[in-house]
Structure formats: structure tokens, C-alpha cells
């Protein structure tokens, strides 16, 4: 049974730092790509950022890029997002997520298995 563990969520304020971990028990996890999502209340799931099983490649939100970094340890079965500059915009519950797809998506749907999610609160 595939299982996804999300930790590392809290209250930051504004400009603040927070890493998010994800501990995935999945036997074959290097052949997933790993990507990371939110939700605000009352708002759809949105991508966040992914990377890729194959080449490692990452891809990131327009809202993000610069601030977040995805990386992923094939050994230990984990996948990271570190945020920094945070911003209250990006209160969320964050969702780590896998795709066995041969190709990286940024679209909910096509992803095989979810976490629980972990909330991020971040105060102006």
C-alpha cells in the first residue's frame, strides 16, 4: 500500500522559511516524478512545483519560482520543498503527490497518489 507522509507545515510570518518534507513508501520511487500542490479554502488545487523521475529536471509556478526549491533523495524515499520569502498568499494546505507517468505533469489529475497534506500558515 503507497502511502505519502507530508511534515514540516506551521505558522511563519511574512518573509519566513519553511520546509516541507515527504516520506513516500513506494518500492520503486525513483520511477515517479514527485510534485508538490496547494489549496487556499475555497479554491481548486493548484501545482506548485515537480521533479521528475528521469532526469531530475524540476519546474516550478510562476508564483514560486525563485523563492521555493524541489529536490527529491531516491535513497531515503523523500522529496523536499524548502520556501523561503514566504508570503501570506501562500497560506495553504500543501499536498506532496506522485506520478508514474513516463512525462512530468503539473495537472492534479494525472497524479497516482497523495498525502494527506499539511497546512501552511503564513501571517502578514
Known amino acids: 500500500q503507497v502511502q505519502l507522509v507530508e511534515s514540516g507545515g506551521g505558522l511563519v510570518q511574512a518573509g519566513g522559511s519553511l520546509r516541507l518534507s515527504c516520506a513516500a513508501s513506494?518500492?520503486?520511487?525513483?520511477?515517479?516524478?514527485m510534485g508538490w500542490f496547494r489549496q487556499a479554502p475555497g479554491k481548486e488545487r493548484e501545482f506548485v512545483a515537480v521533479?521528475?523521475?528521469?532526469?531530475?529536471?524540476?519546474y516550478y509556478a510562476d508564483s514560486v519560482k525563485g523563492r521555493f526549491t524541489i529536490s527529491r533523495d531516491n535513497a531515503k524515499n523523500t522529496v523536499t520543498l524548502q520556501m523561503n520569502s514566504l508570503k501570506p498568499e501562500d497560506t495553504a494546505v500543501y499536498y506532496c503527490a506522485a506520478d508514474s507517468a513516463y512525462y512530468y505533469s503539473t495537472v492534479p489529475d494525472e497524479y497516482n497518489y497523495w498525502g494527506q497534506g499539511t497546512q501552511v500558515t503564513v501571517s502578514s
Open positions: 513506494i518500492r520503486t520511487f525513483s520511477e515517479y516524478s
Open positions: 521533479i521528475a523521475w528521469m532526469t531530475g529536471r524540476t
